[in-house]
């Protein structure tokens, strides 16, 4: 624990999401308000290769209005990375030099914003006190659009492009229904999440009692079987006219094979990496003879900041400032974490989950959120989904595009010789 | 021109928008404040097809607060078709069960709610009194997101799916800006627009003087040179680290083949219909050894009543109210055009084009909107642009998602014997 003043490291690693910058501005922020125990915020360019690198910026350097439009910014303001440190008998260099950039820019702090390969990064620089003798309280800011991380309830990025994929998935479904007449009669949307279906699942909340929608959800969590597949689809465009299938671009065969995966080649023999919607498409038009569209959402949905959802800015936020609460208590190798009081009305907390048992673990779907046919989602599941994409929290707009900001990232003086190679 | 009070036809053609039925509340509205005029307002269940099986839908069983709702729901809320009548000489029993079932049913206006293929039809039907001895005063609503019909400055549908596409390149560009350092370097958006560049070139707009990013623009209108556009494109990755690369579905190559027909086949043999972007990721990959990631919007894009212009909104709604006060007028075969008065401050009033001007035409994008390179937009083509996507006209919502309306759509009862079929 620093009890003199010194200054703190941020980085944001991984996917970016239309939130992370929430979470940037709750830790500088709140740091601006401890000015007697932190003194400057100093963020990584590129995240943590930022900090091997000394390629630091003075987040001072930014007036307050700035820092307050991180808040409705999508991506990550000072750049991110896809970048993970290995265990310190394979790279001792690299933790060497952490730990004489840190030193040398007085670092104390370290708050690391990202997924479960970031938490393992954080929870070895926790560590860093103890195998390397440099003091260092270590927090990390849970940040993944695709909802994996285990014991928070949910995570920071996944609200908005839950509601992006529900918002979506409804506007795609009024334009395939007026169709399906004499055209379009199925539209397929792949979406992101990886080996978890939490991003999917998202779409079936499109339907409801009120206002039913015939959705297909394609869950990486369900073996594909092309048969059950195509007659769901058939019985759902018999009955309703249309249908919509909402894909994740983890669906996989039962032989464990991803579906996306087809050794497409083109007319010269290339191979080309297609995505899974198309070749739902082609099972569609080859196994049911029907019309079909498909979307591919890709970066989109998760830096669709214009229809973020207002928990998820708010929750970002939250566990921004909670984590430099917690470094100023002196907890190390922790994240805060979401814990839901309640669902309705739906309540939640901060709470402190140990970095441990965060890393490296991924949170799937549970089967009892999936149907019996594996083709839709449980009551369980919508009570859970419901509240994260609840209400809205539109950035300010000029001249007709959202006014999302860019910092001035300028940089931190370097103070050591040499470069440093990642 | 109807004399006594007569009942109206209106219906939807080809596909839908964000805003075709702020078109129908316009119509429906003005129509319901004429009604020593007009008598019900009948839509055609799934456009012209309703009309020729008589399958009519009674919009006066709906609400005024349904009605009003109309204005903030996309899609086509009796449902659209793809079906053009071929001409007199060629069909001309079709011709003859439309006059029975307007016969049957006393009506007298007909408007319809289309693109250019649609105002032919219009154009025809509006001929039938003189051809058939039979009165109808018809009437074009213009709608296309493709923004491709003449006289008219700019299309309903066309500034909220401009609205989108720069919206969403704007996000996507502030996304792969932050992964450049260690990942994906280009983002490719396939969109729609068909022959015309309209679309594509509103991508262009997320890039301001304030706030440059490096946005490359591939326009049907441009045939397209390989070599020439991996030289902007690892031009623009060297100067800044990333680009963006807006890509309209109708790319062609030199020899006027589309670039998204590249006899793409799976691992069975069997041929797959790609989209665009999907190519040009691959010469990306493989002509710079570039990482990229790629997303097609299709139908997201003209669904997304969620961040539709209000310019366009109020412009759908007003050439809706223009059509019934023309035929109120006795106006046969016209549609009501948008006049652009000015471009800052945008001010634009409607006027009326002659049908047999309209029908069949299409506008594309002037060689002087376009640079001179061929991958960007003049500051001619921006002046016309920026005013289109102006004004945020959210919808309202509930529980996340915007609340739009699904009408009763209550058929009218049939009066003629024998099915008529299409």
């Given at each position: 624990m620093a009890t003199k003043k010194m200054n703190a490291f941020y980085a944001q690693s991984g996917g970016v999401t239309s939130v992370i910058n929430a979470s940037a501005c709750g830790v500088i922020e709140t740091a601006r308000q401890h000015k007697d125990r932190i003194g400057k915020v100093y963020a990584g360019r590129n995240g943590i290769i930022g900090a091997l690198t000394e390629d630091l910026i003075d987040t001072s350097k930014d007036s307050a209005a700035a820092i307050a439009a991180l808040r409705h910014t999508p991506s990550g303001a000072f750049g991110s990375c896809r970048y993970k440190l290995k265990g310190l008998d394979q790279n001792r260099r690299e933790y060497e030099r952490l730990i004489e950039v840190f030193k040398a820019h007085n670092i104390g702090y370290f708050f690391y914003n990202g997924g479960g390969d970031s938490a393992d990064t954080c929870l070895k620089v926790s560590q860093l006190g103890e195998s390397l003798g440099y003091p260092i309280t270590a927090v990390h800011v849970p940040k993944t659009?695709?909802?994996?991380?285990?014991?928070?309830?949910?995570?920071?990025?996944f609200g908005s492009v839950a509601k992006y994929v529900a918002v979506s998935t409804l506007e795609a479904s009024f334009d395939v229904a007026s169709m399906a007449k004499t055209s379009t009669k199925v539209f397929i949307l792949e979406v992101m999440g990886r080996h978890a279906g939490w991003i999917a699942a998202a779409?079936?909340?499109?339907?409801?009692?009120k206002r039913e929608i015939p959705i297909v959800i394609l869950f990486p969590e369900v073996a594909f079987n092309k048969e059950k597949f195509l007659a769901k689809v058939g019985a759902l465009v018999k009955k309703f006219g249309y249908c919509t299938v909402v894909a994740s671009e983890g669906v996989k065969g039962a032989d464990g094979a991803f579906l996306s995966d087809q050794g497409l080649r083109d007319a010269f023999g290339h191979a080309q990496l297609g995505g899974v919607a198309p070749v739902i498409a082609g099972m569609v038009k080859d196994g049911l003879g029907l019309k079909y569209h498909w979307g591919v959402a890709d970066y989109l949905q998760r830096a669709a900041r214009h229809i973020a959802a207002k928990t998820d800015v708010a929750q970002a936020y939250a566990t921004g400032k909670a984590a430099v609460e917690l470094a100023l208590k002196?907890?190390?190798?922790?994240m805060p974490a979401i814990k839901r009081?309640?669902?309705?009305p739906y309540k939640w907390k901060i709470e402190v989950a140990e970095l441990k048992d965060v890393a490296n673990r991924e949170k799937f779907m549970p089967r009892d959120f999936i149907t019996a046919d594996g083709f839709g989602i449980t009551e369980k599941c919508r009570r859970y989904l419901a509240p994260l994409i609840a209400g809205e929290d539109f950035p300010p707009f000029r001249d007709g595009l959202p006014n999302y900001v860019v910092l001035k990232n300028v940089a931190v003086p370097k103070k050591l010789k040499g470069d440093f190679k990642v």
């Open positions: 659009v695709d909802n994996d991380l285990p014991i928070t309830d949910n995570c920071p990025g779409g079936a909340l499109a339907s409801t009692a002196g907890r190390n190798s922790v009081v309640s669902d309705k």
